[in-house]
């Protein structure tokens, strides 16, 4: 059947329905399309209205907390940037205080000469990482050598990092 004749016969079957039942389904029929306008279109959008001062204030406190850790983060960059040379010197002995009599500094000018004598590695490594950090200084020159007892002994040269 083509929907020429379906819609024939719909409208046939319409036409056969008491006044009251085509006002009946009439009504139902509208009753359902404002029930599918409030689920779809309605509800929704009065929840998101509903919501939107909570959802606004969570917001605004993540802005602030993201703009705290930016400033934080320019506060610790300004800090890591300008290390003076003295104190560059005195956090690389503080750090070479763990390797006591070992490790014997030197400054050069602008760098510092670090001499090893029989330094187990589990030792000098994390030494070499706390300078790195916390000295805000990285090897320029490295002369090691491996000694029989596994122990290491040599020199570096150390220069403040760039900014």
């Not at 400054?107 to 670090?114: E, H, I």
């Amino acid at each position: 059947m083509s929907n020429k004749h379906r819609i024939q016969a719909w409208t046939q079957r319409w036409q056969q329905l008491s006044e009251r039942d085509r006002r009946a389904i009439g009504w139902g029929s509208g009753l359902v399309g404002l029930a599918l306008l409030w689920w779809v279109a309605l509800a929704p959008a009065l929840a998101t209205w509903r919501d939107a001062p909570s959802r606004i204030a969570t917001e605004r406190a993540t802005l602030q907390r993201l703009k705290n850790l930016a400033q934080e983060a320019q506060t610790l960059q300004a800090q890591a940037r300008a290390p003076s040379d003295a104190s560059a010197f005195d956090r690389l002995r503080q750090a070479s205080a763990a390797l006591g009599d070992s490790v014997q500094l030197t400054p050069q000018g602008d760098t510092v000469l670090a001499t090893l004598t029989a330094v187990p590695a589990e030792r000098w490594t994390p030494w070499l990482a706390q300078v790195r950090l916390n000295a805000q200084l990285k090897p320029a020159q490295v002369r090691l050598r491996a000694e029989p007892d596994g122990s290491w002994s040599g020199t570096l040269v150390f220069a403040a990092t760039a900014p």
